[in-house]
């Protein structure tokens, strides 16, 4: 993995062990068809999805709200680690362009998987610029909306 | 090379041929001790410089004035292509750590090094978020100033 330190008053930590292979949850976080089944927690969802998997492609998502208000999203992909490690930031767009964020905060996320017995440990890490992102991130509903996804990428990975 | 484009009206752009051989413009830009002899134009200078040669590694100077002031800056290097692509942006500190830049705008710079004859052929390209940005980096003296650190950087490089 690449030199990145988490540090417990700026960041978000989302860890859990999970059912399913380590192979189709990369699958299911590398896959436009796959993230669109599961990236939204419903009742919102996810109407489209572009990815260029490598650093300086495209992270695009465009989520849907239960009243179909849709809220596009392009970030930029920073580390491709087949089957362990996805980085990207919503600090840069595509070719790493800065873009300023549109939700207010710009933060970095960083995906990790790892085999866990039969299953995977899952780690996703919020990286932020200081504490009041944090915060802001955090009473978004970082936990539960994080969680909610992954709840719904697991179906999603078992039904493959 | 990785996924980006150039585009005129959000960019700038520094190209010219010079007479020394590309591994040593190469090292020049990623050895700490050469960097602090070239990176800012004089009468200016550099105190002090660090490099983690990796993505998400720090690219970070520390700039003074002829009067003795002194402007840290902290950058995340986000391509390292060995002798001919070196990527870093002010977006993202360390880590890959989202950052608000201290001088106002972000700006991601792109350095390609490629043979040309005997000497290389040298790009450095700093990519912007917006045009209001691009004009705010012209008006600094963009040309000027990366000019005559290339300049200082080829008088470095003949000194190897």
Same mark, same amino acid.
């Given at each position: 993995?690449?030199a990145?330190t988490?540090?417990p *008053?700026?960041?978000?930590v989302?860890e $859990?062990?999970?059912?399913?292979? %380590?192979?189709l949850?990369w !699958?299911?976080?590398?896959? %436009?068809? &796959?993230?669109? $089944?599961?990236?939204a927690?419903k009742?919102?969802s996810t109407s489209s999805c *572009?990815? #260029?998997l490598?650093p300086?492609?495209r992270?695009h998502?465009v989520? $849907?709200? %239960?009243e =179909?208000?849709?809220?596009p999203?392009? +970030?930029c992909? &920073?580390?491709v680690?087949? +089957?362990s490690?996805l980085?990207?930031?919503s600090?840069l767009?595509p070719?790493?362009?800065p873009?300023v964020?549109? #939700?207010?905060?710009?933060?970095?996320?960083?995906v990790r998987?790892?085999p866990d017995g039969? +299953?995977?440990?899952?780690?996703?890490?919020a990286?932020?610029?200081?504490?009041?992102? $944090? !915060?802001?991130?955090e #009473?978004? =509903?970082?936990?539960?909306g994080? =969680?909610a996804?992954?709840d719904q &990428?697991? #179906?999603v990975a !078992?039904?493959?």
């Amino acid at each position: 993995m690449t030199a990145y330190t988490t540090n417990p *008053e700026l960041d978000l930590v989302l860890e $859990r062990t999970v059912d399913v292979a %380590p192979e189709l949850v990369w !699958k299911a976080w590398t896959t %436009p068809e &796959l993230i669109v $089944r599961w990236f939204a927690p419903k009742p919102w969802s996810t109407s489209s999805c *572009e990815i #260029d998997l490598q650093p300086g492609g495209r992270f695009h998502t465009v989520m $849907r709200s %239960p009243e =179909g208000e849709e809220f596009p999203s392009d +970030g930029c992909i &920073l580390v491709v680690e087949e +089957g362990s490690a996805l980085v990207f930031t919503s600090a840069l767009g595509p070719g790493f362009r800065p873009q300023v964020a549109e #939700d207010g905060f710009p933060f970095t996320a960083v995906v990790r998987i790892a085999p866990d017995g039969a +299953g995977t440990r899952y780690t996703a890490t919020a990286i932020h610029a200081d504490a009041s992102a $944090r !915060k802001q991130h955090e #009473d978004m =509903g970082f936990a539960e909306g994080w =969680g909610a996804a992954l709840d719904q &990428l697991v #179906d999603v990975a !078992k039904s493959l």
